[in-house]
């Protein structure tokens, strides 16, 4: 959630973003509907006030006859004050739900663009492999090979449902040890990991949680929701983001690097037609996430952020896979994100991108949200004192 006081001086800034980003959001009726806020919230102090001079008034008052003039009194206050308050509440409750609709302002290396298409690719390494022959895609290769069952997957979950077996979930494995080594306090054969703490988090969560990362109000067609109005997490990214939800962290508990492991749910109720063939676009899967809570300023925020993609970057190289980086369009960008730069790794095939999915990490996303989480969640930082 952005700050109102950003909001109101910076109007113009916060009306490009929602341009930019592609997302129906009108700043001046939130302006609007804030001046309603504040008379009322004003008028409302000032009936409190003089509800409470009104009550010392009557324990003073020198006769029965002044007493009950003045209780006639409180009783006109105290109703205008229920009106007031009354009008507050509904007031609020709509300014709420535009606050969480204001998206944050993406950083100005961001390119135009409407939908993934646009992305603006930024950096390739490796080599793409050349054959001399029609390749496999990953489906034949992985059930030739006993990885991979969809059929008796598609019988148990329906569409998009499949088994991983035998040398499939070897590979899931091997593949996820070697990152938690990679990117974890742990050195690997006497060089350093990248010092995050590994986490296993909850991943059904509250609606907060969902709201203060930026999943919700909007996106809400594409979680999936249990009876207790709980959601199931698409990403390790928002039980890590709550876990400090109304804490003070001081300066020099800063930053905390988490390393989460965790399945991920997602409907993909926008995708019903896109990559439905293979591991794209499952509903369930499992995945590391890497997650920095710093200082709330910008250098440092950039900082993080850059960290977060090389650490990515070279986790890829490690493995010899060609990959390459895109940084992702305004209208690709969720409403909470600033910045989010996207690996993607794979080979090419009839003019299409074959992804490596059996890794669950074809496409890695590093994403700078600054204080868009924190603020919703409560989570503040006192600074030092001079």
């Not at 609007?32 to 504040?38: P, Q």
């Not at 050195?187 to 986490?199: E, R």
Request: proline share 5%; with cysteine; aromatic share 8%.
């Amino acid at each position: 959630m952005l700050d109102i006081k950003f909001i109101r001086e910076n109007k113009d800034i916060v009306a490009m973003a929602a341009t930019k980003k592609r997302v129906k959001f009108n700043v001046d009726e939130l302006i609007t509907l804030d001046d309603k806020r504040r008379t009322l919230l004003a008028n409302t102090e000032a009936k409190r006030a003089a509800q409470n001079l009104a009550s010392e008034k009557i324990t003073k008052a020198a006769s029965p006859e002044e007493r009950a003039k003045l209780i006639e009194e409180m009783k006109i206050v105290k109703s205008e004050l229920e009106k007031e308050e009354t009008a507050l509440k509904d007031v609020l409750k709509d300014w709420q739900l535009l606050m969480l609709r204001a998206p944050n302002v993406p950083d100005m290396s961001v390119p135009d663009g409407e939908t993934d298409a646009d992305n603006k690719e930024v950096k390739a390494w490796g080599e793409k492999p050349k054959f001399d022959f029609e390749p496999k895609d990953h489906v034949e290769i992985m059930a030739a090979l006993g990885m991979v069952d969809f059929e008796r997957g598609s019988k148990v979950h329906g569409f998009r449902g499949y088994f991983l077996t035998g040398e499939g979930a070897r590979l899931c494995f091997a593949i996820w040890n070697f990152a938690l080594d990679f990117f974890s306090d742990r050195s690997i054969g006497g060089a350093p990991g990248k010092g995050f703490v590994p986490v296993m988090p909850p991943v059904i969560v509250r609606k907060l949680t969902m709201y203060g990362t930026g999943y919700l109000p909007d996106g809400e067609e594409d979680l999936y929701k249990t009876q207790d109005s709980d959601y199931l997490v698409g990403t390790a990214e928002v039980p890590l983001m709550g876990m400090h939800a109304d804490e003070v962290l001081s300066l020099e508990q800063l930053p905390k690097k988490y390393l989460g492991f965790s399945p991920c749910y997602r409907r993909e109720a926008g995708a019903h037609s896109k990559d439905v063939k293979g591991l794209i676009r499952v509903h369930e899967f499992y995945k590391f996430e890497q997650l920095i809570l710093c200082e709330a300023n910008h250098e440092t925020s950039v900082k993080y952020h850059e960290e977060l993609n090389r650490n990515t970057e070279e986790f890829i190289e490690a493995l010899g896979i060609p990959y390459h980086t895109v940084m992702n369009c305004g209208g690709d960008l969720g409403l909470g994100q600033v910045k989010n730069t996207t690996l993607n790794f794979g080979f090419q095939k009839k003019a299409s991108i074959v992804k490596l999915v059996p890794l669950h990490i074809s496409m890695i996303s590093s994403v700078a949200v600054s204080t868009f989480a924190i603020r919703t969640l409560k989570e503040r930082c006192v600074m030092p004192t001079p």
